[in-house]
Nanobody, 128 residues
Framework: QVQLVESGGGLVQAGGSLRLSCVAS????????MGWFRQAPEKEREFVAA????????AYSDSVKGRFTISRDTAKNTVYLQMNSLKPEDTAVYYC?????????????????????WGQGIQVTVSS
C-alpha cells in the first residue's frame, strides 16, 4: 500500500508560480515511477509530467513543457511539480500518482491506467 498526499496548491495570478509537493508513504519511495495529472471541470484527467525511480528520466505533456518541472527527493519521500508562467488554462485539480510496478518511464505512464495509487488531489486556480 502507498499513501500519497499533495500540498502546495492555491490561487495565483497568471504569470506566477506554484510548487506542488506529494509525500509518499508505505513503500520504498525510490523504487517506482511517479506522475502528476490534472483534471479541469467537465474534462477528463490528463497527463502533466512523470519521473523515473531515480529521477534520471522525465516526461511532460506538450502543454506544460518548458514551464513545469518535475523532480523528486528520495530522502524526503517527496515528488515536486514546479509550475512557472502559469496560465488560466492550467486551472485544475492536480493529482499525484504512483506506479509501484515500474522503475522506468514507459509510454503507458502518460495515461491514468499506468498508475496504481493516487492522491486525493489539490486545487490550483490561475486568475487572469
Amino acid at each position: 500500500q502507498v499513501q500519497l498526499v499533495e500540498s502546495g496548491g492555491g490561487l495565483v495570478q497568471a504569470g506566477g508560480s506554484l510548487r506542488l509537493s506529494c509525500v509518499a508513504s508505505g513503500r520504498t519511495f525510490s523504487s517506482y515511477v511517479m506522475g502528476w495529472f490534472r483534471q479541469a471541470p467537465e474534462k477528463e484527467r490528463e497527463f502533466v509530467a512523470a519521473i523515473s525511480w531515480s529521477g534520471g528520466n522525465t516526461a511532460y505533456s506538450d502543454s506544460v513543457k518548458g514551464r513545469f518541472t518535475i523532480s523528486r527527493d528520495t530522502a524526503k519521500n517527496t515528488v515536486y511539480l514546479q509550475m512557472n508562467s502559469l496560465k488560466p488554462e492550467d486551472t485544475a485539480v492536480y493529482y499525484c500518482a504512483a506506479d509501484t510496478a515500474a522503475r522506468y518511464l514507459l509510454v503507458g505512464h502518460t495515461t491514468t491506467t499506468g498508475y496504481d495509487y493516487w492522491g486525493q488531489g489539490i486545487q490550483v486556480t490561475v486568475s487572469s
